[in-house]
T-cell receptor, first 115, second 108 residues
Framework: GAVVSQHPSRVICKSGTSVKIECRSLDFQATTMFWYRQFPKKSLMLMATSNEGSKATYEQGVEKDKFLINHASLTLSTLTVTSAHPEDSSFYIC???????????FGEGSRLTVL | QKEVEQNSGPLSVPEGAIASLNCTYSDRGSQSFFWYRQYSGKSPELIMSIYSNGDKEDGRFTAQLNKASQYVSLLIRDSQPSDSATYLCAVIVGKSTFGDGTTLTVKP
């Protein structure tokens, strides 16, 4: 299957700082990537759909100014958690969609802890 | 009604038994169906995909799809302790929609 790489896998930061998470598709071009958030023992919550060369589409209730998404190339999407607070602590996972079947290939996930 | 619903679980089976995971979906236009396995603290990994009615087998895993009943299932034969994980059903209509997952424990 396709390979999606996510970095960093773990990050600890102080409240008020911004954190950037990168998601790369290593062996295929991904025009669309997805960002999820997952709380312990809960399912994946889609945050936004990242489209190469255009603005991301955010799900209802997700703050656009809080979670900045940039998809500058066909292989890279980034999620920046701005002015992070402890309630932003979570497991963030990116995925890229295979074509034409649409299966999702997930990155390894990034565990964010905000102190 | 949720778009994708899975048996609430948790599901516990003895080693060697068959584990049966079920999923129903609400959108009749759904065309693609996937099962993902997620170990605790890890991201999901794709284990099965199915697109047409009937059964699809891959090793110990069998996916079953019935579009008329809007039902997709995953059978795991000869369950092993390493199969203990949360299994997510995903349905695609435009975008992927996930069920809440069923946690499976296989006891030695």
């Amino acid at each position: 299957g396709a390979v999606v790489s996510q970095h960093p896998s773990r990050v600890i930061c102080k409240s008020g700082t911004s954190v950037k998470i990168e998601c790369r598709s290593l062996d295929f071009q991904a025009t669309t990537m997805f960002w999820y958030r997952q709380f312990p023992k809960k399912s994946l919550m889609l945050m936004a759909t990242s489209n190469e060369g255009s603005k991301a589409t955010y799900e209802q209730g997700v703050e656009k100014d809080k979670f900045l998404i940039n998809h500058a190339s066909l292989t890279l999407s980034t999620l920046t958690v701005t002015s992070a607070h402890p309630e932003d602590s979570s497991f963030y996972i990116c995925s890229a969609s295979g074509w034409p079947t649409g299966e999702l290939f997930f990155g390894e996930g990034s565990r964010l802890t905000v102190l | 009604q949720k778009e994708v619903e899975q048996n609430s679980g948790p599901l516990s089976v003895p080693e060697g038994a068959i584990a049966s995971l079920n999923c129903t979906y609400s959108d009749r236009g759904s065309q693609s169906f996937f099962w993902y396995r997620q170990y605790s603290g890890k991201s999901p990994e794709l284990i099965m995909s199915i697109y047409s009615n009937g059964d699809k087998e891959d090793g110990r895993f069998t996916a079953q799809l019935n579009k008329a009943s809007q039902y997709v299932s995953l059978l795991i034969r000869d369950s092993q302790p390493s199969d203990s994980a949360t299994y997510l059903c995903a349905v695609i209509v435009g975008k992927s929609t996930f069920g809440d997952g069923t946690t499976l424990t296989v006891k030695p």
